[in-house]
């Protein structure tokens, strides 16, 4: 069970100019207080190849985080132009939002970024060398979100439960919150045990 989980991810200057900053806000919800912060971080990758040429654009740290809807908005520096390979410049680029507790990350939530000339002409006939100041980048909103497990080490309060009649006598049945995890086990992305 995740303590944290992201409600929504809000891109406040969509599209913009490639060498604008991004500035995005994100609204997440917690069920347990966490008394050390979350680290967010903001990636760029041009070249999916190549993780030697990701560029890590910022990152911030929130928290304490008390229960409850949180939201913060968060503001990264354009990638430096000079780090990225001239033919991965256009076309499409991944932008990675990734969310940690404790130096375990627990969240990764990726876009496709399209990267073109601002207009029709130098779109037919590209520029050599490369114009960054009239490229225009669009960000997808339809993210691709991968959850991780990790030791949360807080317990979420439980709720109160009314005892049925009969419960009493009732032998007690073991939930999957009391069964022990392996913890050489690979996180799951998809609810279910990876084998």
């Not at 991810?9 to 008394?35: G, K, M, S, W």
């Not at 680290?39 to 990152?59: K, M, T």
Request: glycine share 4%; hydrophobic share 35%.
């Amino acid at each position: 069970m995740s303590i944290v989980t992201i409600r929504n991810v809000e891109f406040l200057n969509n599209p913009a100019r490639f060498l604008d900053p991004y500035h995005f806000r994100v609204t997440f919800e917690c069920i347990a207080p966490l008394p050390e912060d979350l680290e967010w971080r903001l990636i760029y990758v041009a070249s999916p190849g190549n993780e030697e040429l990701d560029q890590e654009l910022d990152d911030c740290l929130v928290g304490p985080v008390p229960v409850g809807v949180n939201a913060f908005e968060f503001e990264g520096s354009a990638p430096n132009p000079a780090k990225i390979p001239p033919e991965d410049v256009l076309g499409v680029a991944a932008l990675i939002l990734t969310g940690s507790y404790r130096d375990q990350e627990f969240v990764r939530v990726g876009y496709y970024q399209n990267t073109e000339y601002d207009n029709e002409e130098m779109k037919e006939s590209l520029p050599d060398p490369i114009r960054f100041d009239r490229l225009v980048r669009d960000i997808n909103q339809k993210p691709r979100v991968t959850r991780f497990q990790i030791k949360w080490d807080i317990v979420p309060p439980q709720p109160r439960s009314a005892v049925a009649a009969g419960a009493a006598n009732s032998a007690a049945v073991p939930s999957a919150d009391d069964l022990a995890e392996d913890d050489d086990a690979e996180p799951s992305t998809n609810g279910k045990p990876a084998s």
